[in-house]
């Protein structure tokens, strides 16, 4: 089963970016066919945010279209998740996993904290 690691996580202003990162242990990220980026607010369910497939198809939840990017560098073996423009309602702990999500897949997040 696939482990994956969720960094880069922080503290920032609104209206500031940061930049997730998101490696795999157990199997190549690069062949993970659907690979997605989630995240759950404080008091939230867990929410799907985007998605990146094995053939760069990109998909994007409607509150972060245009704000955030999914991307890969496949030489490092990495998927990205840059997170423009934050507002204090992206407040959560960021996760990736397969998609749909394995619940074996789980990681413990990056938490994203947007503040003034």
């Known amino acids: 089963q696939v482990q994956l690691v969720e960094s880069g996580g922080g503290l920032v202003q609104p209206g500031g970016s940061l930049r997730l990162s998101c490696r795999a242990s157990?199997?190549?990220?690069?062949?993970?066919?659907?690979l997605g980026w989630y995240r759950q607010a404080p008091g939230k369910q867990r929410e799907f945010v985007a998605r990146?497939?094995?053939?760069?198809?990109?998909t994007y939840a409607d509150s972060v279209k245009g704000r955030f990017t999914i991307h890969r560098d496949s030489a490092k073996s990495v998927v990205y998740l840059q997170l423009n423009n934050l507002q204090p309602e992206d407040t959560a702990l960021y996760y990736c996993?397969?998609?749909?999500?394995?619940?074996?897949?789980w990681g413990q997040g990056t938490r994203v904290t947007v503040s003034s």
């Open positions: 996993n397969v998609y749909p999500s394995s619940e074996a897949s």
């Open positions: 157990g199997r190549d990220i690069n062949d993970i066919w659907r």
């Open positions: 990146i497939t094995t053939g760069d198809t990109k």
